[in-house]
């Protein structure tokens, strides 16, 4: 073959036989004939004998193998490598090289910070969760670590973010608004982080209830919240901050990666700045309301839906509870068999004409005359703070302190909590669940102890203790626990008066007051209710839905409710069992309901269904009358076992701008469905941006 610099090759030399290359090198001046001529190989292919060279540039280059001119050429030496690096090294000094090289570290060193920067960020977002977990539950040690180390991440992003690397990259087109975004994120996290996670570490870590709660009390340290009144302005200063850094921000040229976790950051800040704002200006009610200020005295009442009545049910049972800087001591049990058929009797009272309270006439027109003289019917009034007037006239009769607040629970509301903290187990080992709760509460026992009162007070009691010890213990989560009183509340199962007028509006202003509208600025109220006539607990098989149509053009609304009557014959306790039927010649599985109707104030009831009551007598008749400025009407109703029935009324909604629509039912010992057709919602305001967990979705 045919090298690069013109000599010819033998295209093989056999092994065992000398190469050309294996010749000495012939030098001028010694060459001879013999020399000259080179053995013939064994295929007789001619030998070529090199022409000495004849010039030291000739020379040259034989030595040095020249560049290879193709993939296939003969590959560069070692020392010519050698040779060229170092040229290209002496190149790389020179000032151009030295800006291009000191570029490429720069832009390694910042390429290294941009990582560290989004590793401190994406850190930081996974500890949030952890931090609000550890909030929750009170574990302070996880909560001061996930505290710390987002602080000090943050703090690490926004110093690299703002270094001189940074800086210069800023100036660079297209990407430059980029590194500002970041550097913004940064910014924005730091700033929250920085002012607001160590005073919350802090008041949240100073919240040991353990030590704080006295044995067999229910209570909270009331310390970190007196000081959250300081801690809260910080943080809603400190939320605005980053909004407003945010908002600042250049979009121009940003990529979507940088500009949407800021986009869903400050949908957070907007959303959550509102809620610190609110608790910002309840808390000192809410301190009150925990005897911060001095100690309070509330009854809570047990409303039984089993017997039901407009709010609720019958009151039988009730606590005493004296709260005092945030502990809550039970200081008695009272029960309505006691003061009615014993105590104000011996006071004088007479429990079957007399009235604890004097009522205006339109209303006294309105309701059973028994709601003014017997404690389990305080409660056929959807008027809750009635009800509390009615109680604290018991005690003014028994010369005892008033109360200073009530709270309404029912045994749906035991049931959900329940879920929070826990099967309960009794003595017995039986247990007590929370889809147990409303049975073992409300039926299944009057059908296991049938007329041994004893035996059945016993195991209410225990039933009861239970309850309150798991609740005191503290052994659940806040947040599981907190979701089932929100979800309570919303059901209309927690109600609650305060004598202190500020407190009363708190409750009033988040829909847990219970009481008649006399005005439809704030919620255009409107309800049915129910009260039970059959003295007994047939209304635990008691189901209802509730629905609302509206005719715009006219302005009506109509609200209807379908009732079933699900009591089987295998209930036989006389507990159970109608009561009053049996005297009128009533089945005894029959429920008999007054069902109350109510218009908001200035509307007019149309129609009613069903338009005369099912059942009259000197006692049971239609009745009507005004209630705080609504109308209302009453109507007997008679539900046979195994049967449905639909009630309804048709309402002249009043002229001028409608609040809210807040559609009212009495809450029974079921779950139930209330659904609003789309067409009335051009004739209610919209709830959006108000508190009330009362006010009805429409559509």
């Known amino acids: 073959m045919t090298t690069v610099d013109g000599d010819r090759q033998a295209d093989s030399v056999p092994a065992g036989e000398p190469s050309p290359n294996d010749q ?36 040259r280059t034989r030595r040095s193998p020249a560049r290879p001119l193709a993939r296939h050429a003969a590959p560069e030496s070692g020392a010519s490598r050698r040779r060229r690096g170092w040229r290209t090294f002496w190149i790389a000094l020179s000032p151009l090289g030295l800006i291009l090289l000191g570029t490429v570290i720069l832009g390694g060193v910042f390429s290294l910070q941009v990582l560290e920067v989004r590793d401190d960020l994406e850190t930081v977002k996974s500890q949030l969760g952890g931090l ?76 040991n209830v353990d030590e704080q709660r006295a044995e067999g009390s229910l209570g909270i340290n009331l310390q970190p919240f007196l000081e959250a009144e300081t801690v809260l302005p910080t943080i809603i200063s400190s939320f605005e901050d980053a909004s407003a850094i945010a908002a600042n921000m250049d979009r121009t040229d940003v990529l979507p990666a940088v500009y949407e976790p800021m986009d869903e950051m400050v949908g957070l800040l907007d959303q959550a700045i509102p809620i610190l704002k609110v ?49 809550a001591e039970l200081v008695g049990q009272d029960n309505g068999v006691d003061l009615m058929y014993s105590r104000l009797p011996s006071l004088g009272f007479d429990t079957v004409n007399g009235s604890l309270i004097t009522l205006p006439r ?61 099967p309960l187990t009794l003595d017995s080992g039986e247990q007590v669940t929370a889809e147990n709760t409303a049975s073992l509460l409300m039926s299944e026992p009057y059908e296991r102890f049938g007329a041994d009162n004893a035996a059945m007070d016993a195991y209410f009691n225990e039933v009861t203790s239970k309850m309150f010890s798991a609740l005191t213990s503290g052994n659940w989560e806040f947040g599981a626990m907190w979701d089932q009183l929100v979800r309570s509340a919303s059901e209309g199962r ?43 607990k047939l209304n635990y098989h008691l189901t209802y839905d509730q629905h609302a149509t509206c005719n715009v053009d006219e302005r009506t609304i109509t609200v209807s409710m379908n009732l079933h009557n699900s009591i089987t014959k295998d209930i036989k306790s006389e507990y159970t069992l109608g009561l009053r039927n049996v005297n009128r010649g009533i089945d005894p599985r029959t429920m008999m309901l007054d069902v109350l109707f109510f218009a908001p104030p200035g509307g007019e009831i149309l129609s009613t269904d069903p338009k005369r009551g099912d059942y009259q007598d000197s006692y049971f008749r239609d009745r009507s009358g ?15 076992m195994g049967e449905s029935r ?19 039912h009495t809450p029974g010992a079921n779950d139930t469905q209330v659904t609003v057709d789309a067409n009335c919602a051009s004739l209610f305001a919209s709830p959006e941006g108000s508190t009330n967990i009362s006010l009805t979705k429409i559509g």
Do not use: C
């Open 494 to 536: 927690i109600q609650m008066w305060f004598d202190d007028p500020g407190l009363e509006a708190f409750a009033t202003e988040y829909g847990l007051d219970a009481s008649l509208r006399e005005d439809n600025a704030d919620a255009t109220q409107l309800g049915i209710y129910f009260n039970d006539y059959s003295i007994g």
């Open 132 to 207: 609000a977990e550890a909030a929750v539950s009170g574990n302070t040690a996880t909560l001061q670590q996930a505290g710390d180390e987002i602080v000090a991440r943050t703090q690490r992003a926004s110093e690299t973010a703002n270094g001189p690397l940074w800086d210069l990259a800023s100036t660079l087109p297209r990407i430059g608004n980029n590194v500002l975004a970041v550097r913004t994120v940064a910014e924005a996290v730091n700033t929250i982080a920085s002012e607001s996670i160590p005073p919350v570490v802090n008041m949240v870590s100073a919240a």
């Open 626 to 640: 005004v209630d705080h400025g609504n109308e209302g009407l009453s109507r007997t109703l008679l539900l046979p």
């Open 279 to 327: 608790a910002q200006e309840n808390l000192p009610a809410l301190l009150q309301a925990a005897g911060a200020n001095g100690p309070m005295l509330y009854q809570v009442m047990i409303q039984t839906p089993a017997e039901i009545r407009a709010t609720g049910g019958g009151v039988a049972h009730w606590l005493i509870l004296k709260v005092d800087n945030g502990q």
């Open 362 to 422: 339109d209303v006294k027109s309105l309701y059973p005359r028994e709601l003014v003289n017997w404690s389990s019917n305080f409660t056929m009034t959807p008027e809750f703070p009635r009800a509390v007037e009615l109680f604290q006239a018991t005690r003014e009769w028994e010369d005892l302190p008033e109360f200073d607040g009530a709270i309404s629970i029912d045994p749906i509301v035991l049931a959900h909590l329940i879920e929070a903290t826990g």
């Open 646 to 664: 639909t009630v309804s009324y048709t309402v002249q909604l009043p002229e001028g701008p409608l609040g809210p629509l807040q559609l009212r």
């Open 24 to 59: 000495p090198a012939l030098s001028a001046g010694h060459s001879s004939d013999s020399q000259a001529i080179t053995r013939r190989t064994r295929s007789s292919a001619p030998s070529v004998v090199p022409k000495p060279p004849t010039t030291r540039r000739e020379t």
